[in-house]
Structures are given as C-alpha cells and as structure tokens.
C-alpha cells in the first residue's frame, strides 16, 4: 500500500524558516509529478510548488523566490524549503504524488499525505 507522509510543520515566526518533507512508501515503481498544496481555514486548496520527475519546477506567484521544492528520487521524497514566512503563509500543507505501484495489480493514481500544519505568527 502506497503511503505519503508529511513533516516538518511547526510554528514560526514571520521571516522564519521550515523545510517540509513528503515520503513515499510502499510498492512503488515509479513517481511522476510530486506537489505542495496548501489549504488555510475557509479558503480552497491551493498549489504552491510542482516538481516533475526530471526536476522541472513551477511556483504559484505567492511562492516565487521564498519558496523552493526539490526531490530526492532515491528517497522517493519531496521537500518544500520555505524562507520569509509570512502569516497569510499559515495553513495546512498537503503533498500529493502521482505514482505507479503494484499490488494484486498495476496501478497509476495520485496520493495524498495527511497534511502538516504551518502556522507562522506576525
């Protein structure tokens, strides 16, 4: 069974620092695109970062020049280095993967982690 887990969450200060890390675990053959998303309360999941198999990046506009993801393929992780945090930063930070597993059978899907709360205080 294919599982991603997130960590790294916290509390902050704003301008602070958190690096958050996604694992991927289970039968895995191959991952395709890793992304951060983000969710503050009432409002709608966001994306903030992608990053292909081949490290090609894209940032949603908030997150240009603060924040930077990147992939360890070995460790089947994805990490999401974030500088000068802000408070409208706060919310909980979901990765997702597009992944290629076998089981009783092949199977191509996207996961989700369970989320890590980031909460950045002003």
């Known amino acids: 069974q294919v599982q991603l887990v997130e960590s790294g969450g916290g509390l902050v200060q704003a301008g602070g620092s958190l690096r958050l890390s996604c694992a991927a675990s289970?039968?895995?053959?191959?991952?395709?695109?890793m992304v951060w998303f983000r969710q503050a309360p009432g409002k709608q999941r966001e994306m903030v970062a992608s990053?292909?198999?081949?490290?090609?990046?894209s940032y949603a506009d908030s997150a240009k020049g603060r924040f930077t993801i990147s992939r360890d393929n070995l460790k089947k992780t994805v990490y999401l280095q974030m500088n000068s945090l802000k408070p409208e930063d706060t919310a909980v930070y979901y990765c997702?993967?597009?992944?290629?597993?076998?089981?009783?059978?092949?199977?191509?899907?996207?996961?989700w982690g369970q989320g890590t709360q980031v909460t950045v205080s002003s």
């Open positions: 997702s993967a597009d992944i290629a597993s076998w089981g009783s059978t092949w199977q191509y899907q996207k996961y």
């Open positions: 289970g039968n895995i053959y191959s991952i395709n695109d």
């Open positions: 990053i292909t198999s081949g490290g090609d990046t």
